[in-house]
């Protein structure tokens, strides 16, 4: 009953954003292109920025993690893009199957269920998964999206992602000790907290403008493989590694979440297919109040492999 509990407590706030924000398509005729810019172009990169800037991170354990992530990622995409071309899904339906099934919310999902399910220890395990899937994410999103127009293209919109100078910068100035001014620091804080409420409002705008969520064969396929596959990899990766206990544990919860949210931000902004993005994203939310509790009760069984 307490899992439940602090899964509602996460869920709800992220229902009453998005909700928001459906009311308001309903009401007006709003310009999900400007609100995507501004998330992507400006929000987002002060995000990474932060996030990068102010968390601590040990080398070794920051490797491992990030190796552990970004195979279960790529084992995602390369899952969703075999899956959708077994299906003959169109080429735009089976980039939006890759992205949804790989990636998925480990931040304001993630963080907070897995301070409840594994304490301290857990959460900063957690927290560096979170750095991980957000690197990973500003790079697979632009790629699977981008690669309509080719692979240069793809590389070329990825390098000209803001998100990615935002990063760098943040490397160099942990490599070299330094800070930002306090000021600027504080005025990147503020940006960075914009973001979710942000980027949860405009997917309640495109669910609002286009209806309930439809559960087509990609967002049926999409889901799949976000909510009952990937944690199942996780558990693989993680053990060929050499991963155990909290780490491993670690790994297979974040695994488990939904769809990251990001992934539609970049499919409007990307034109990419908003609607198989913003339902897979819904129906993999919803469905998480029941896997993740699953996940988490089985959690203490995953800590002894």
């Known amino acids: ?16 954003v998005a909700g928001t924000g459906a009311v308001l398509a309903r009401r007006f005729t709003l310009d999900t292109q400007t609100i995507s810019k501004i998330s992507l172009q400006a929000l987002t990169p002060a995000l990474a920025l932060h996030t990068l ?11 491992q993690v990030s190796v552990a992530y970004t195979a279960v990622t790529l084992v ?18 089976r980039r939006a199957v890759m992205v949804t099934g790989a990636i998925g919310n480990t931040g304001n999902m993630g963080l907070p269920i897995a301070l409840f399910a594994l304490g301290q220890v857990g959460f900063d395990q957690s927290v560096l998964l979170f750095i991980a899937s957000v690197v990973l994410g500003f790079i697979v999103f632009p790629l699977v999206y981008g690669s309509a127009g080719g692979m240069r293209s793809a590389v070329m919109k990825m390098i000209r992602m803001p998100v990615m100078w935002a990063m760098l910068l943040a490397v160099i100035l942990r490599s070299l000790g330094w800070s930002l001014p306090q000021g600027v620091m504080s005025g990147v804080e503020l940006l960075s907290q914009a973001t979710l409420p942000m980027v949860l409002l405009a997917l309640g705008i495109q669910l609002g403008a286009t ?11 999409a889901s799949g493989i976000r909510i009952f596959v990937m944690p199942v990899v996780a558990v693989g990766v993680g053990l060929l590694i050499g991963m155990h206990g909290i780490p491993l544990q670690s790994l297979v919860l974040a695994s488990a979440m939904p769809s990251a949210v990001n992934a539609y931000l970049f499919a409007i902004e990307m034109k990419g297919d908003t609607r198989t993005v913003g339902d897979t994203v819904t129906v993999t939310t919803v469905m998480s109040f029941v896997t993740v509790a699953l996940v988490t009760w089985m959690l203490p069984w995953i800590g002894t492999l």
């Open 211 to 221: 209806g309930r969520p439809r559960l087509t064969a990609s967002v049926l396929v």
């Open 76 to 93: 995602g995409v390369v899952l969703g893009l075999v899956i959708g071309m077994g299906m003959g899904l169109p080429s735009e339906k």
């Open 1 to 16: 009953m307490a899992l439940l509990n602090a899964l509602f407590n996460v869920i709800v706030p992220v229902v009453l």
């Open 53 to 63: 800037l102010t968390t601590e991170v040990s080398a070794g354990a920051m490797v």
